[in-house]
């Protein structure tokens, strides 16, 4: 009996920790419309966030607990210490890693702003799913489901952004420093994007612990917390924006070479057509024409992104050969369509 309750609680917890979160990282990588990233890169920084980072965090946070216990016991003091200023340090860093690696090992694949959005939110998200077990742990064994209840309308709802749009300004500018030929902005912008997170992380943290005893400090952690993701949800939406002008202006001249067709081109600048075309695939039943149109989309985006990283990079050959090497990809694909 106390094993199925056992088991029952987990679920509830795991639910409530990890769903919203993972809907919340649906709807943000829906945003990146026209050119979709590897599913096995979206998974992998979700899980880096879940359980590496985690890890890491826990162990440097424990490290430096102990000096600061220490020094000031373990009152508030010691408290507001560990919130504001060592979980923020702890946490950023080792989530931002993952978008390190990232840049390092699949550079390609952060080709514009939102790329780096969307790895940093995801990495942000599975870090909360994570995070929201242990809390839902330690309220259930207290309050019961109940309690798992009312802290996730807290956790999973009104702060449910926060921990991917702190990680979403670092990804943020790596995807800047990725994308510029400035060596100002290749240095400074992922330094300003990880130290923006964590200053937004170390605000929240502090009116989240001073709400404890006065309660009015939790403005602060709204005000910060939804500021930041606004700001952050309208640099998506200009980012999406941007991406489509690109598609228009960089493949206008690619139906003269033939990669491309006059009436696809039309349909490749437009999220909505391409989904209406890969639809009526499917309602035909036709799945290798559908995975076709995919393959098809996809490289006359990155077709049109990498012409756009040409104007500002004239000395990456690899950056011409793969231009060339789309049109051909275009052309033997768009034969068989």
Not at 46 to 72: E, H
Not at 79 to 95: D, H, M, Q, Y
Not at 204 to 213: D, F, K, Q, S
Not at 313 to 319: G, P, S, V
Request: charged share 15%; glycine share 8%; with cysteine.
């Amino acid at each position: 009996m106390e094993i199925i309750e056992f088991l029952g609680a987990l679920i509830v917890v795991l639910s409530f920790a990890f769903v919203p979160m993972i809907f919340y990282a649906a709807v943000l990588w829906w945003f990146d419309r026209y050119e979709k990233e590897p599913i096995a890169l979206i998974i992998a920084a979700f899980l880096w966030g879940a359980v590496p980072a985690i890890i890491f965090s826990l162990i440097t946070q424990i490290i430096f607990d102990l000096p600061v216990s220490a020094m000031l016991g373990a009152g508030v003091e010691a408290e507001l210490v560990g919130a504001s200023l060592i979980a923020p340090i702890t946490e950023e860093p080792f989530k931002g890693l993952a978008l390190l690696l990232l840049l390092v090992l699949f550079r390609r694949e952060i080709d514009s702003p939102l790329d780096g959005i969307l790895y940093g939110g995801l990495v942000g998200f599975g870090f909360a799913a994570t995070e929201n077990v242990f809390y839902f742990l330690s309220v259930y064994s207290v309050e019961g489901v109940a309690g798992v209840l009312g802290l996730s309308i807290f956790r999973a709802l009104i702060f449910g952004l926060n921990h991917a749009m702190f990680t979403g300004l670092t990804g943020l500018g790596i995807a800047l420093a990725r994308t510029s030929p400035s060596w100002l902005v290749k240095i400074g912008a992922p330094l300003l994007g990880l130290l923006s997170g964590t200053t937004l992380h170390a605000v929240h943290n502090l009116g989240a612990t001073l709400a404890g005893l006065f309660c009015w400090p939790i403005l602060i952690s709204l005000v910060s917390d939804w500021g930041g993701v606004i700001a952050l949800f309208a640099i998506v939406i200009w980012a999406s924006i941007r991406e489509q002008r690109m598609i228009v202006q960089f493949l206008a001249d690619e139906v003269e070479k033939g990669a491309i067709g006059q009436q696809d081109y039309h349909v490749i600048q437009s999220y909505w057509r391409r989904l209406w075309q890969r639809l009526q695939a499917l309602l035909q039943l036709d799945f290798t024409r559908w995975l076709r149109l995919g393959r098809y989309y996809r490289l006359a985006t990155e077709l049109a992104f990498s012409k756009h990283r040409w104007t500002k990079f004239r000395q990456e050959q690899k950056t011409a050969l793969q231009i060339e090497q789309l049109r051909r990809d275009l052309y033997e694909i768009r034969k068989k369509l």
